[in-house]
């Protein structure tokens, strides 16, 4: 085990919390994550109910953002109970966990840049949307979302397996990323995966947004809406891309204020893994009038009007 896991993991023993502060922060993470999911939950429901939807590139990329969101949700709701109720759990429990997280995280500001970009298709280019953005195409692009994220999660259970002894996942362990996989070779791997990310991300962002802001100027109010739609896009990549200064930051947090380490994961944890997460409903369930349309009878649990399902 590297010696940054090392020390993570003993701050983390050292300094546990108390049994109130404990119950407090378990019902706040699963009153906000499970109301979260109850929002996306609705909001795939409303998407599958409706045939409308389906043959839209924009809503199948939102269905899948969506989808990714509530796993993601799922997983870290799962870890942070289980990090207060079990606390240490085997090594085999915890990668798969772990995994899934790698994944989901890396999956959503790809996501959310190939919705910037079929955006910018929709503005700049009308007459084409529909010749470009085709649902196969959209399908074979979420394909190769999930490939670039599976072989970016995947080595580093490989690369572990290889360098660890035989009994390396029987051990029990804090359920962190750097401690199930404590291999410096991995943490210079994510690093070098974020950059990359940070960098081709925020290049579509900022281009999708600049062509649409000088479209947005002389056009029509689709354009400015389309404008407005980027920028929320640009919000939620800035909160979901906090994730890669987390090391960086939980690190200074340690030698800052080693005897509220808990409470600055804590905060972490809300603001990176939480909070990103209730951007979405907002963008498409509360802006977005089609979607709106439907999605309201379901979130106050009514049925749809006569001749709107399919």
């Given at each position: 085990?590297?010696?940054?896991?090392?020390?993570n993991a003993?701050?983390?023993?050292?300094?546990?919390?108390?049994?109130?502060?404990?119950?407090?922060?378990?019902?706040?993470?699963?009153?906000?994550?499970?109301?979260?999911?109850?929002?996306?939950?609705?909001?795939?429901?409303?998407?599958?109910?409706?045939?409308?939807?389906?043959?839209?590139?924009?809503?199948?990329?939102?269905?899948?953002?969506?989808?990714?969101?509530?796993?993601?949700?799922s997983?870290?709701?799962?870890?942070?109970?289980?990090?207060?109720?079990?606390?240490?759990?085997?090594?085999?429990?915890?990668?798969?966990?772990?995994?899934?997280?790698?994944?989901?995280?890396?999956?959503?500001?790809?996501?959310?840049?190939?919705?910037?970009?079929?955006?910018?298709?929709?503005?700049?280019?009308?007459?084409?949307?529909?010749?470009?953005?085709?649902?196969?195409?959209?399908?074979?692009?979420?394909?190769?979302?999930?490939?670039?994220?599976f072989?970016?999660?995947?080595?580093?259970?490989?690369?572990?397996?290889?360098?660890?002894?035989?009994?390396?996942?029987?051990?029990?362990?804090?359920?962190?990323?750097?401690?199930?996989?404590?291999?410096?070779?991995?943490?210079?791997?994510?690093?070098?995966?974020?950059?990359?990310?940070?960098?081709?991300?925020?290049?579509?962002?900022?281009?999708?947004?600049?062509?649409?802001?000088?479209?947005?100027?002389?056009?029509?109010?689709?354009?400015?809406?389309?404008?407005?739609?980027?920028?929320?896009?640009?919000?939620?990549?800035?909160?979901?891309?906090?994730t890669y200064?987390?090391?960086?930051?939980?690190?200074?947090?340690?030698?800052?204020?080693?005897?509220?380490?808990?409470?600055?994961?804590?905060?972490?944890?809300?603001?990176?893994?939480?909070?990103?997460?209730?951007?979405?409903?907002?963008?498409?369930?509360?802006?977005?009038?089609?979607?709106?349309?439907?999605?309201?009878?379901?979130?106050?649990?009514?049925?749809?009007?006569?001749?709107?399902m399919?």
């Amino acid at each position: 085990m590297s010696e940054a896991a090392l020390v993570n993991a003993s701050v983390v023993v050292q300094y546990r919390d108390s049994l109130g502060k404990a119950v407090v922060k378990n019902v706040i993470v699963m009153a906000i994550g499970l109301t979260i999911n109850y929002i996306n939950v609705s909001l795939m429901y409303t998407f599958c109910r409706h045939q409308i939807f389906y043959s839209n590139p924009r809503y199948i990329l939102f269905f899948t953002l969506v989808l990714n969101d509530m796993i993601q949700m799922s997983v870290g709701i799962t870890l942070f109970v289980i990090s207060y109720v079990l606390y240490r759990i085997t090594v085999l429990s915890c990668a798969p966990f772990i995994l899934m997280a790698i994944i989901t995280t890396e999956n959503t500001p790809l996501i959310l840049a190939c919705m910037a970009g079929e955006c910018y298709v929709a503005v700049r280019m009308p007459l084409h949307h529909a010749r470009i953005c085709t649902v196969p195409r959209t399908l074979l692009l979420i394909a190769a979302i999930l490939t670039a994220s599976f072989i970016s999660a995947f080595p580093d259970l490989f690369v572990t397996l290889a360098i660890e002894p035989a009994d390396y996942f029987s051990r029990k362990i804090f359920c962190l990323r750097e401690t199930a996989f404590p291999s410096p070779l991995l943490i210079q791997k994510r690093d070098i995966t974020y950059i990359v990310y940070l960098v081709l991300v925020w290049s579509v962002i900022f281009f999708t947004y600049f062509q649409i802001l000088f479209t947005a100027q002389t056009a029509s109010k689709d354009a400015k809406k389309a404008r407005k739609t980027i920028v929320l896009h640009g919000v939620q990549v800035l909160l979901c891309m906090t994730t890669y200064a987390v090391p960086l930051v939980k690190d200074a947090l340690l030698r800052a204020f080693p005897e509220s380490y808990s409470d600055s994961l804590f905060a972490c944890y809300v603001i990176v893994q939480v909070w990103p997460r209730s951007v979405s409903p907002i963008i498409y369930g509360v802006r977005d009038k089609c979607f709106r349309k439907y999605l309201k009878h379901y979130l106050v649990c009514r049925t749809a009007p006569h001749g709107d399902m399919s």
